[in-house]
């Protein structure tokens, strides 16, 4: 830390309790009281150097009060301490300038009006320089006077002290460190060995490591809140990029927040809010609060630029401090702007409302989703269009890449996880599953891994209750896997059974159509072979037309077993109108519906796989594998 060395004369100050004493040889002539201090001086030291204790010691002289008087200064920045540092350079006795007590020489020597219109180089003038030349000038010093500044106010920012170090602070993060090379590079880290760097030709036989962009957020975390707001107002008036307004703000949060980051213990240095009292005291419920407001409403407005962790931890955090309706409302949106970046765990927030007794809060997920589908509208959408086949889907990439099945796909798995509470009442759990747009979702698999754990925790639901929530999906939807546990789930109505069973067999109808399609394109590809039309490759066409035979074959035998399927299915139908009540023989329906059914499925199966030389029992195993969806 820089200093200046001011006077020449060996200290002359003692102090004896609460008093201070000046060791001249001489009686002391004048006393002042500051704070809870007593100074015992000379006028003349003091009188040719301050304008105003010139003329308060004239008071004194008018009113001829024997043994001299007492002079009040109750007003006096920095108190005590800073007026014994202001009196031993009326004295001329040695004395430092550094970065930790320049605010309060600075301030007290202005207060006291020690001008050069009373003395050559007095002691504002002197500040002046030191503050400007010095301090200024370096990172380090300049943080340690700001932080400073906080008990001298509204002096300091009365005398431009703390717009100055500001201004600097903010003109410093602003400028590319590498631009300023070693001097500049005050908050870099020293590494040794791995190499040296060179400065003014001499190896300094250490290297210092390429700074980031987050160099300072270490270094003006010490702030108090109020200091910090202004630094980070004027960054962002100068145009510092977002992510890194929004990186500081996440990094002084943490600091004072225990509950954003609860796996780490907190230092004696960060647990407390400098604007809000002093000593080794965890900040209290009051200050988190105002903490927690104050960032939100620092946070820049831009999507995706603060993390969406620490978004949820803000907003816990607000839940549990009881913050104001209006921060947490801001940062609902804030959430729900980048809902496709969440995770599972962050949405899991537990409900901290007395009124509810739910173990997660539903209802602010919900409010976050609506933001989130309100945000994706505006922006024209940002799912496959509703009138888009999966096919089409398909055909169009990936569709977990678009954000609104991301979003889809994330609300599905958090219904799963708030399914088993028992408290969650059935609109709560059906406003949630059917906010999200049909189109979003590829695949209804995870809606009904959801419902079907909903109807396990919940089997007092009536059938009408149980068939309005299965009506939140489409049978169309489900994958062979999923349509396989719902063929054989009893908790699902008969009516979802039968249309789980007709779009299965749809679905195998459409997929041998394609087969069918392909082995007519095999086969117009003969007549090219037997005209004499030579490929590029024989050996190539020879191989295609054996396949052709075999493929053949395998066809011929699909269709038989296709035909024997829509046997099989016309005797179900009118079964399955003969049945008055399906609570009676519901275990034959079952079997006849699901296990037999499955079987020909099977059957079908495994005639086209005996046709390509493969064993049929892989196949038939695949079926009896535990489902992923049991509840």
């Not at 000038?137 to 300091?156: I, Y």
């Not at 509810?356 to 997920?365: A, N, P, Q």
Request: charged share 25%; with cysteine.
């Amino acid at each position: 830390m820089a200093c200046m060395k001011l006077g020449s004369k060996q200290d002359a100050f003692q102090r004896q309790g609460q008093a201070w004493f000046c060791t001249t040889g001489l009686p002391s002539d004048v006393t002042l009281e500051v704070g809870d201090m007593t100074f015992h001086l000379h006028m003349f030291p003091l009188l040719s150097r301050s304008g105003l204790l010139e003329r308060l010691i004239g008071q004194l002289s008018n009113e001829e009060e024997e043994g001299g008087g007492v002079i009040k200064l109750r007003d006096i920045p920095g108190g005590a301490k800073a007026f014994e540092l202001v009196a031993r350079f009326c004295y001329g006795v040695k004395l430092e300038l550094t970065a930790v007590n320049i605010v309060y020489i600075y301030c007290a020597a202005n207060y006291l009006e020690m001008t050069e219109e009373y003395g050559e180089a007095n002691l504002v003038s002197q500040a002046e320089v030191f503050l400007n030349q010095v301090v200024l000038r370096s990172w380090k010093d300049c943080v340690r006077a700001l932080q400073t500044c906080e008990d001298v106010l509204p002096q300091a920012g009365d005398l431009g002290i703390v717009k100055r170090c500001i201004d600097s602070l903010a003109t410093k993060a602003c400028t590319d460190p590498n631009l300023f090379g070693w001097p500049m590079m005050e908050h870099g880290s020293m590494q040794s060995p791995g190499g040296s760097v060179l400065w003014n030709g001499i190896s300094t036989g250490a290297r210092l490591r390429n700074p980031s962009s987050d160099w300072w957020y270490e270094d003006v975390s010490a702030l108090s809140l109020n200091l910090y707001k202004r630094l980070i107002a004027v960054m962002t008036s100068r145009g510092v990029k977002p992510e890194i307004i929004a990186g500081s703000l996440t990094y002084y949060a943490k600091r004072y927040l225990p509950g954003l980051n609860r796996r780490q213990s907190i230092s004696e240095n960060s647990t407390r809010l400098v604007s809000m009292g002093s000593g080794p005291t965890a900040p209290s419920e009051d200050e988190q609060r105002v903490l927690v407001e104050e960032i939100e409403a620092l946070l820049p407005s831009e999507k995706g630029v603060t993390s969406t962790k620490f978004l949820f931890g803000l907003l816990r955090t607000a839940m549990i401090i009881n913050a104001s309706q209006n921060c947490k409302a801001n940062l609902e949106r804030r959430i729900g702007w980048q809902l496709d970046q969440a995770t599972l765990e962050d949405l899991l927030m537990p409900n901290f409302s007395y009124s509810v007794d739910t173990l997660y809060d539903v209802e602010c997920v919900q409010r976050i989703l609506e933001h989130f589908l309100k945000m994706d509208q505006a922006s024209g959408g940002g799912g496959i269009s509703p009138t888009c086949s999966i096919e089409d889907e398909r055909l169009m990439g990936s569709p977990s890449l678009t954000p609104i099945t991301t979003v889809a796909k994330l609300v599905d798995g958090y219904l799963a996880e708030v399914a088993p509470d028992i408290n969650l009442k059935l609109p709560k759990f059906q406003a949630l599953a059917a906010a999200v747009p049909e189109y979003a979702r590829p695949l209804d698999d995870g809606l009904y891994r959801a419902i079907d754990i909903y109807l396990k925790a919940h089997p007092w639901l009536s059938d009408s209750e149980r068939e309005q929530l299965c009506r939140l999906m489409d049978c169309q939807k489900l994958s062979l896997e999923a349509c396989t546990h719902a063929a054989q789930n009893e908790r699902l109505p008969l009516r979802v059974v039968v249309q789980v069973l007709f779009f299965e067999q749809l679905q195998l109808r459409t997929s041998i159509a394609g087969c069918f399609l392909v082995s007519d394109n095999l086969e117009g590809s003969r007549p090219l072979l037997r005209s004499g039309i030579a490929p590029s490759g024989e050996g190539g066409w020879v191989s295609a037309v054996k396949e052709n035979q075999v493929l053949k074959v395998g066809m011929d035998n699909m269709r038989m077993r296709v035909s024997e399927l829509e046997k099989e299915c016309s005797s179900m139908r009118q079964e399955i109108e003969k049945l008055g009540k399906p609570r009676g023989p519901w275990n034959n329906v079952s079997k006849r519906l699901g296990f037999r059914f499955k079987s020909q499925i099977c059957s079908a199966q495994e005639g086209s796989v005996r046709s390509h030389g493969r064993s049929p029992s892989s196949k038939h195993s695949k079926h009896k594998k535990s489902s992923s969806f049991d509840g």
